[in-house]
């Protein structure tokens, strides 16, 4: 009976058994908290590059696929795998939570439950994106939500239970009628082949009629959308990331938005593509509006964390873009832009962060320059910011480059108005680095502030470099997200309309002819 | 006559064991008292075991009148487990509270054994027997504490209510014997079979009736207004125990009489039905919203979760009916463990039920705190809790019965539920301040109580299989 948990499973496992570890552990013992916290989630991170080297990149099925039945009289069963859309996602997670947790060494208060709470939502999310059977992701879904909860609740900020219950509230609201259309979905499969399952790869196969699938688009895509989030659903977003601890925002901004993303890509786009390309137009509008929109409202904040979190509203608006551009570059492109936006942005949120700390303030007008006070970290910032607002030779160029060409091709129009949304981003991130880092030193205190620490420098020097090496070598990236995509983009349109590049090498230039 | 006593096995057993702690009662000195309670649960765990051990066969007795089958013994296990649960909840608190120890656990296991009645009764008299062995027993339950004001008037309260309904379950006995000749179901069930043009008129009103009374047993809006007065004046424990037991025994009547034996008569209460779950899923979320006091908050739960209940029961059929009894299951954890948190915070001079005092609890009670997390998620219906599973057999029965409105309805209800179920854990966790004083309740048992509990929600929202599959054997057999 007893079985040795397969790959992912073990992925799975080793935060879990980290938290239920540090359960056992007295909470005076706060360094040794930390330190098993910290080793459990990079083992995580080192067996998730295991997987990296073992994935077949010329594979576009998934792979390391574990099937356990689980309650076999609906057709559940605990299945999951990993291709090359979801591989990046786990890598972006388990490389993300060790640099969260040490970002969380400044945290003084409940440390125990924190980490344990960091540790189970870092399987709850690894869950959602490995999860090939509906049932099972409804259950990581939702599992991911209750830490996130506490994360939020107990060491946010002033507002930070009204942030907790707006939170949730919204995403249960989105995800509830998401249950009722994947039971229903289910049960239509079983009306048809008489037998029930939940098993993505097999629900792939169900084609329903327009009407029903568009039902069923509109309670997997609310749910979705509410978590990108796609405007306007967005209005969640800017309380939960101004209230979260630094390690919550950049675990939201970096990893659990890209839930939503995902989910359009693994779940509604394939299950339902009738729907998709019917209700493209709507998308792509919102997208769109969500792009200038939330460019807009980032350039008014006072406050460096709401003009990061506005800035996510329009960054997740290019993904959507992309992936409702519905060819191979703009999907490529948003899952690019879906790991770059992780990396860039939490690292924003990581520095605004440490700026925190030393000074307990976030609002812009509280600064200014602190180019000399603290050089190192300016530059970083620079680094940083210039990233996110997709200089070439940086992480965000590639992605918003291959949405923007994926999506000029289909959309013209929409794609020439999201094009703006590129330079006001240009403008407010700038702008706030003017007025944060240049000028005169108007505030005394600022002049007491030091420059990073080694800790500090440790967390931010692997997201700095993967930053550069996204940005000048994409190839490794995007030659595995590839086949995955064809399948998937197979899947959407259909056979009449299949992608023509198959064997194509895969870099931007090369590509610009795949249509 | 011949008689065949095995069907009576568990209910004899609880019953006997009510009279043997009664008499020993009398003869046990005052620090003697508590081992009262350890005999009670001997008793029920024998109970148990003998239901286990008659798990699959399928005898009746007194002329067909009271069945031992499947069904029965999946809900006996369910009244058992509940009255465990309870018992080992009270042991300090009845003590501290100066309630009659030996009165106080023969009614528990006096009420057991009405419900183990009621869920094995094939025969309207013996159904009701069964109902008013257990009813007249809660009834004196939820007045114990003598000496709170509170606990006389819902006492008084229940009593007036429930003699109501009572007398509405009655009449429409008297209606259904007035028009069949029989109070035996399986004949009734017979008489049924025949074209409905030659049924007398006022069969339906009989049926019709039988409804109200069992709707006012369940608590379904609009027959809950005895629910949270009667919730929150009870002693905790009895609570908890109400709120489990006696509503499970109420569905297990109504599935075997309503849902199973009187079906034909569905096309008269098929949309009642589907009205009263609405309506009671509805209210009592709103309800339980805007209340200050958390137990008289799960009093509106409870009744909001008899409206999930009851779209298992519109939903009927095979999946619908096991959907019913397997929500029956994870309830009975789930629901009682909340009660039995608020237990371990009653405090002598204060009724220790108000969100406030729940504040800082996360940090200072953090095994408690623990523990009504996962009550309170899994009520919610997060998964992987035993709330979260329940929920989703009952929506996916419905939907699978086209009843996909239904469907909604409750998962929008869940939402709204969130508000309530959230506000205690965010009093626990979020919250500073809060004074806990001595608690009167706490007691090793009670946390063995609350473990217990903790642990069924978990193990029924990750394993929930091979309850399923006997909630599903157990309706079956009805068959």
Known sequence: ?515 | MDVNLVPLLPAAQVLLAALVVMLLDLFFAEHEKPLLAWISIFGLALCAVDAVLLWGSREGTFADTFLLDNFSLFFTQLFVAAAILTVLSSVRYVREAGIHEGEYYSLILFATAGMIVMAAANDLIVFFLGLETMSVAVYVLTGIWRSSARSSEAAMKYFLMGSFATGFLLYGIALIYGATGTTNLTEIAAYLLEPQEQWPRYLSVGGLLLLVGFAFKVGAVPFHFWIPDVYEGAPTPVTGFMSVAVKAAAFAAWARILMHQLSPLDSDWAYAVRVLAIATMTLGNLLAISQSSVKRMLAYSSIAHAGYILIGIVAGEEWGSTSVLFYLATYVPVTFGAFAVITALTERDRPKEEYGHFAGLGFKRPFLAMAMTFFMLSLAGFPPLAGFTGKFHIFRSAIAAGYTDLAIIGVLNSLLSLIYYLRVIVMMYMSEGGVQGKSLAESPSLYVAVALATVATIYLGILPTRAVEWSRIAYSTLF
């Open chain 1, 1 to 515: 009976m007893f079985r040795l948990p397969g790959d992912i499973s073990l992925l799975l496992l080793l935060p879990l058994i980290g938290a239920f570890v540090l359960l056992l552990i007295p909470r005076q013992q706060r360094q040794t908290l930390l330190t098993l916290a910290l080793l459990s989630s990079i083992a995580a991170f080192i067996w998730s590059l295991r997987l990296f080297q073992a994935f077949d990149p010329a594979a576009g099925e998934m792979q390391f696929v574990e099937r356990i039945p689980w309650m076999p009289a609906f057709g559940i069963g605990y299945i999951v795998g990993i291709d090359g859309i979801s591989l990046f996602l786990v890598l972006l997670t388990t490389f993300l939570m060790p640099l969260a947790i040490v970002a969380s060494w400044t945290v003084q208060d409940k440390i125990k439950e924190y980490l344990f709470f960091m540790l189970v939502l870092e399987t709850g999310m690894l869950g959602a994106f490995v999860a090939l059977d509906l049932f099972l992701f409804y259950v990581f879904w939702e599992v991911m939500l209750v830490p996130m909860y506490f994360l939020i609740g107990v060491w946010g900020g002033t507002r930070r239970i009204y942030a907790a219950l707006k939170f949730v509230i919204y995403t249960m609201a989105g995800s509830l009628p998401m249950l009722v259309a994947i039971i229903y979905l289910a049960s239509r499969y079983a009306h048809v082949n008489q037998v029930m399952t939940f098993d993505l790869l097999q629900l792939y196969n169900l084609r329903l009629p327009v009407n029903e699938q568009i039902w069923l688009f509109l309670a997997f895509g609310l749910s979705f959308a509410i978590k990108v989030p796609l405007f306007p659903f967005h209005t969640w977003l800017p309380d939960a990331h101004v209230e979260a601890p630094t390690a919550g925002s950049v675990i939201l901004a970096g990893v659990l938005l890209k839930m939503g993303t995902y989910g359009f890509l693994r779940f509604a786009m394939p299950l339902f593509p009738a729907a998709a390309l019917v209700l493209t137009p709507v998308i792509v509008a919102l997208a769109v509006i969500g792009i200038i929109y939330g460019a807009s409202v980032a350039m008014m904040q006072p406050d460096l964390k709401k003009l990061v979190a506005y800035s996510s509203v329009s960054h997740l608006g290019f993904v959507m873009l992309g992936l409702f551009a519905l060819n191979i570059q703009g999907i490529q492109g948003g899952i690019y832009q879906m790991v770059s936006h992780g990396l860039s942005t939490g690292a924003l949120f990581l520095l605004v962060g440490m700026l925190y700390d030393r000074r307990h303030t976030r609002m812009i007008a509280d600064f200014g320059g602190l180019w000399h006070q603290l050089p190192v970290f300016s530059v970083l910032f620079l680094i940083v910011t210039f990233a996110s607002i997709g200089l070439p030779g940086l992480n965000g160029f590639i992605g918003e480059f291959l949405i923007l060409l994926g999506a000029f091709s289909a959309k013209p129009g929409w794609t020439a108005a999201a094009a703006t949304g590129v330079i006001l981003g240009a403008i407010y991130m700038l702008w706030m680095f003017r007025r944060v880092f240049f000028g005169p030193m108007i505030h005394p205190e600022n002049g007491k502030l030091t420059d990073l620490n080694r800790r500090e420098l440790l967390i931010l020097a692997p997201v700095i470099a993967l930053i550069i090496i996204m940005g000048i070598y994409p190839q490794p990236f995007l030659s595995r997200m590839k086949p995955s995509v064809d399948v998937t983009l197979q899947r959407i349109l259909g056979s009449q309309t299949a992608p023509v590049a198959t064997n194509h090498a895969t870099s931007p230039e090369i590509n610009s002819d795949g249509r």
